[in-house]
């Protein structure tokens, strides 16, 4: 039988490999650390080639392991080259069991999400071009399906085996899904499905463009007078301090609670990130417009809200000043927390009972949360 030559291309021909699931295997998270260290040593020019030889037992490294979950693989840098497109490929190592495959439609909630870090913005994108004419029919319903009632096994039957779990393996061309354009950045990549999310891929682009430098302070002061003009609502949001409702945070990150009751789009989020150049603010282009200090630093923070069977997401950018009694510094950290409403922010059909909240700040990421009803 001749060798057949599989090519892994975005609209993603999935290598498969069924594995049957072990108690006394790995634990989940022990497989994605040890995969995601595979995806990293990687040299950069396996993923420039997309080179199938280089990565061609993956799969079977990926079933050996019971791997149940998303790893994704990315060069550490990228060269962009003056008036070409960016070309930046990652690699996407999938493990799912039936009973969520039966759940969930893979195609329809795969979403690729690229941060650049220095700017906090956010670019989302489905991670596979599908063609309409050839895809099955949406759901009528975002629910599960319903699970049949089954008779319990009486205690001296043996135990049926366990289910089928299915490995993938698929190129993503991350620049030409994102758009990403060719300027100095730190990047980084990851993968979304739904409730589900992969390790982030970190990648340095180096471009001839200059990189991010301080926000202009015209710029915070504008956002200073967007947020007084907008004002408060009855309640008292947005707020942009700790409230009785904040999470904790002890370390450097980000996280947020949600809101119950009748409020279930209110988000309460803490932040302690480290200081980067774009956050720390220029010299003021004059005098003071009031007796206020002048803010030290721009906080900026992105919520993104995605639906089952919608591979892109509802994207709600935040940003604040803050004051510090001493000139910033890179690299150190500030603490900041803000409270607000998506559904200030976002129609009524955007923020449906079930839907996934994530939060991203910087380098860091939280989530996902549950919207309530």
């Given at each position: 039988?001749?060798?057949?030559?599989?090519?892994?291309?975005l609209?993603?021909?999935l290598?498969?490999?069924?594995?049957?699931?072990?108690?006394?295997?790995?634990?989940?998270?022990?497989?994605?650390?040890?995969?995601?260290?595979?995806?990293?040593?990687?040299?950069?020019?396996?993923?420039?080639?997309?080179?199938?030889?280089?990565?061609a037992?993956?799969p079977?490294?990926?079933?050996?392991?019971?791997?149940?979950?998303?790893?994704?693989?990315?060069?550490?840098?990228?060269?962009a080259?003056?008036?070409?497109?960016?070309?930046?490929n990652a690699?996407?190592l999938?493990?799912?069991?039936?009973a969520?495959?039966?759940?969930l439609?893979w195609?329809?909630?795969?979403?690729?999400?690229?941060?650049?870090?220095?700017r906090?913005?956010?670019?989302?994108?489905?991670?596979?071009?599908?063609?309409p004419?050839?895809?099955?029919?949406?759901?009528?319903?975002?629910?599960a399906?319903?699970?049949?009632?089954?008779?319990?096994?009486?205690?001296?039957?043996?135990?049926?085996?366990?289910?089928?779990?299915?490995?993938?393996?698929?190129?993503?061309?991350?620049?030409?899904?994102?758009?990403?354009?060719?300027?100095?950045?730190r990047?980084?990549?990851r993968l979304?499905?739904?409730d589900?999310?992969?390790?982030?891929?970190l990648?340095?682009?180096?471009?001839?463009?200059?990189?991010?430098?301080?926000?202009?302070?015209?710029?915070?002061?504008?956002?200073?007078?967007?947020?007084?003009?907008?004002?408060?609502?009855?309640?008292?949001?947005?707020?942009?301090?700790?409230?009785?409702?904040?999470?904790?945070l002890?370390?450097?990150?980000?996280?947020?609670?949600?809101?119950g009751?009748?409020?279930?789009?209110?988000?309460h989020?803490?932040?302690k990130l480290?200081?980067?150049?774009?956050?720390?603010?220029?010299?003021?282009?004059?005098?003071?417009?009031?007796?206020?200090?002048?803010?030290?630093?721009?906080?900026?923070?992105?919520?993104?809200?995605?639906?089952?069977n919608?591979?892109?997401?509802h994207?709600?950018p935040?940003?604040?000043?803050?004051?510090s009694?001493?000139?910033?510094?890179?690299?150190?950290?500030?603490?900041?927390?803000?409270?607000?409403?998506?559904?200030?922010?976002l129609?009524?059909?955007?923020?449906?009972?079930g839907?996934?909240?994530?939060?991203?700040?910087?380098?860091?990421w939280?989530?996902?949360?549950?919207?309530?009803?």
């Open positions: 039988m001749p060798r057949h030559r599989t090519t892994l291309l609209a993603a021909w290598l498969v490999a069924p594995v049957w699931a072990n108690d006394k295997g790995p634990r989940p998270m022990d497989a994605l650390r040890t995969l995601t260290q595979r995806l990293s040593a990687l040299d950069d020019a396996v993923y420039a080639r997309r080179d199938e030889t280089a990565v037992n993956l079977l490294q990926a079933a050996e392991l019971d791997f149940r979950g998303l790893a994704l693989g990315a060069p550490r840098a990228v060269q080259a003056s008036g070409r497109p960016l070309t930046l690699l996407l999938t493990g799912t069991d039936p969520r495959a039966q759940s439609d195609h329809a909630n795969a979403m690729l999400v690229a941060v650049d870090i220095d906090d913005q956010v670019f989302t994108a489905p991670a596979f071009r599908t063609d004419s050839k895809s099955p029919a949406p759901r009528e319903s975002d629910a399906p319903p699970v049949a009632p089954t008779k319990p096994a009486p205690p001296s039957a043996i135990p049926p085996p366990p289910a089928a779990a299915t490995v993938g393996l698929a190129w993503l061309d991350a620049a030409g899904l994102l758009g990403l354009s060719a300027r100095s950045a990047l980084q990549l979304i499905a739904f589900q999310t992969s390790n982030p891929a990648v340095e682009v180096r471009s001839d463009q200059p990189g991010p430098s301080n926000t202009p302070m015209p710029d915070a002061l504008s956002v200073m007078g967007r947020l007084a003009a907008a004002g408060q609502s009855a309640d008292g949001l947005p707020v942009f301090k700790r409230t009785g409702a904040t999470p904790g002890a370390q450097p990150g980000v996280v947020f609670a949600l809101g009751g009748a409020r279930p789009a209110v988000v989020a803490a932040l480290e200081l980067s150049a774009p956050m720390i603010l220029g010299p003021a282009p004059g005098p003071a417009p009031s007796s206020r200090p002048l803010p030290s630093a721009l906080v900026r923070a992105n919520l993104l809200v995605v639906h089952r919608r591979a892109q997401a994207v709600v935040v940003s604040f000043p803050v004051w009694p001493r000139p910033p510094r890179v690299g150190e950290t500030i603490e900041a927390a803000f409270s607000i409403d998506l559904a200030s922010h129609p009524a059909a955007a923020l449906p009972a839907a996934q909240v994530y939060l991203q700040a910087g380098r860091h939280y989530g996902p949360r549950t919207l309530g009803r």
